[in-house]
């Protein structure tokens, strides 16, 4: 099975702007999460969908959206980006959100700079 | 609300030997843990999991890690040490979230193995 794909790997942008980052899950897998990774803020948790519904969300301005897809796909937003929005933005995705906690299975990250 | 902590931000140690990453949790019920390694520029690679079944759980590439409740620790260990394993080491505790469903990973703050000849 071919693994959880991010697009694009790297990105700039500049302070203002908006970006739309993607996720592809593993073939058969329903939930999608994100975190991003920051050399202050470690690794923290964004948002988790399953079945196109938002099931958790962490704790970070409303700057910051995604979605879910019917194929279960998602995509996260940021808008009016910051400086501070420079982070390693992972996925991860796994085969259920219920029941107990799932091993979660990660992409490679996108690479985001705001300049 | 569920909180790991890992009790050593560097680890050197030399090619050959053990290797003792410190884990301390904390938790209302019974935890799922993890251990995840991220080498430089890649993602994140599961190393093993605990989910209430065994108490000591074996992972990939020799690692090992034992969920001590009397202590709330779950340190990852490996008897010998290799130049590859050079790597960030996280451990992860899983949430159920708000709606008590759903997976929601609580990092702690990683621990930097370094390896040396």
Sequence with gaps: ?115 | AQSVTQLDSHVSVSEGTPVLLRCNYSSSYSPSLFWYVQHPNKGLQLLLKYTSAATLVKGINGFEAEFKKSETSFHLTKPSAHMSDAAEYFCVVSDRGLTGGGNKLTFGTGTQLKVEL
């Design chain 1, 1 to 115: 099975k071919a693994g959880v794909t991010q697009t694009p790997r790297y990105l700039i942008k500049t302070r203002g702007q908006q970006v739309t980052l993607s996720c592809s899950p593993i073939s058969g897998h329903r939930s999608v999460s994100w975190y991003q990774q920051t050399p202050g803020q470690g690794l923290q948790f964004l948002f988790e969908y399953f079945s196109e519904t938002q099931r958790n969300k962490g704790n970070f301005p409303g700057r910051f959206s995604g979605r879910q897809f019917s194929n279960s796909r998602s995509e996260m937003n940021v808008s009016t980006l910051e400086l501070g929005d420079s982070a390693l933005y992972l996925c991860a995705s796994s085969p259920r959100a219920g029941g107990p906690p799932d091993t979660q299975y990660f992409g490679p990250g996108t690479r985001l700079t705001v300049l």
